[in-house]
């Protein structure tokens, strides 16, 4: 069974930083892609980061420069550091695995068919 926790998250000043972790539970952790998700108060769910199997990354424009995703297949954990934090960042975070092995081009979300229960970021000016 595929379970994802996330932990990390928290209630934060303008600039700066959190690191926010997934621990994956129930399968091969290093055969797939993975992604950060965030959700903010009446805004639609978007991709954050993704990563993968080689570790090889992609963001979305406004969090290039500031946050940075990795993995450690050994312990079957996905991270993402979070710099220079701003209130826009404020949102209900998620990680997420792909729903196939080896595969994934894309931060979207429809790709994606496990999910954990997220960890809330707030950004406060």
């Known amino acids: 069974q595929v379970q994802l926790v996330e932990s990390g998250g928290g209630s934060v000043q303008a600039g700066a930083s959190l690191r926010l972790s997934c621990v994956a539970f129930?399968?091969?952790?290093?055969?797939?892609?993975m992604a950060w998700l965030r959700q903010a108060p009446e805004n639609e769910r978007e991709g954050v980061a993704l990563?993968?199997?080689?570790?090889?990354?992609m963001y979305v424009d406004s969090v290039k420069s500031r946050f940075t995703v990795s993995r450690d297949n050994d312990k079957n954990t996905l991270y993402l550091q979070m710099n220079s934090l701003k209130p826009e960042d404020t949102a209900m975070y998620y990680c997420?695995?792909?729903?196939?092995?080896?595969?994934?081009?894309?931060?979207?979300?429809?790709?994606?068919?496990?999910w954990g229960q997220g960890t809330q970021v707030t950004v406060s000016s």
């Open positions: 997420a695995r792909h729903t196939f092995p080896f595969r994934g081009n894309s931060i979207n979300q429809a790709d994606f068919g496990y």
């Open positions: 129930g399968y091969t952790f290093c055969n797939y892609y």
């Open positions: 990563i993968c199997n080689d570790g090889t990354a």
